[in-house]
């Protein structure tokens, strides 16, 4: 994977593997590339998050305090983060930042298989709503490509992530 922006190389593998097990092979990928991105478009989003002015101080603080238990990757602090996340929600409905939190959440939760199995309907609702706020993150592209891996749709995933690393 390529930003074509500046022609940075985001990502690259080959795998030179037998195909006893085609599921598990895209799970590898899937999972690698997920990783990947994750870190790519967070760098990204964080110095675009300092760009964009918030209408709520709160509000802000609020996603702030999710993100750092988000970070903390444990299942408490994801549950915390929610909770951050959902009142910053309350507080701006139509914030694409808020947005993609809770997208991400969602994502998070089904990625590790936490949640309930409609986890990634969530992150497909809040992830189309986020670009209908700001089309120019890249964040929801990144988060609809990464679910639709997950669902086994290559083809729709390649056009989401293509189009994260294009913003």
């Known amino acids: 994977l390529t930003d074509t922006s500046n022609g940075r190389l985001v990502w690259s593998q080959r795998f030179d593997r037998d195909l006893v097990d085609i599921f598990r092979l895209r ?9 990947i991105l994750d870190k790519e478009v967070d760098r990204a989003e964080q110095a675009r998050t300092f760009q964009v002015p918030w209408e709520s101080l709160e509000t802000w603080q609020l996603v702030r305090r999710g993100r750092w238990h988000m970070n903390r990757r444990t ?23 808020v947005l993609n939190e809770l997208a991400w959440w969602y994502f998070w939760r089904a990625w590790l298989r936490f949640g309930d199995s409609d986890d990634l ?13 700001d089309s120019l993150d890249a964040r929801p592209h990144a988060y609809l490509g990464a679910a639709d891996i997950m669902r086994g749709l290559p083809a729709l995933a390649a056009e989401h992530l293509a189009e994260a690393i294009h913003i």
């Open 27 to 35: 799970d590898q990928v899937g999972s690698e590339i997920v990783s």
């Open 75 to 97: 299942r408490r602090d994801t549950d915390i983060a929610l909770d951050f996340f959902d009142r910053a929600y309350r507080d701006d409905p139509n914030s694409s930042a």
């Open 121 to 133: 309907e969530k992150v497909e609702e809040l992830a189309r709503k986020a670009l209908l706020m």
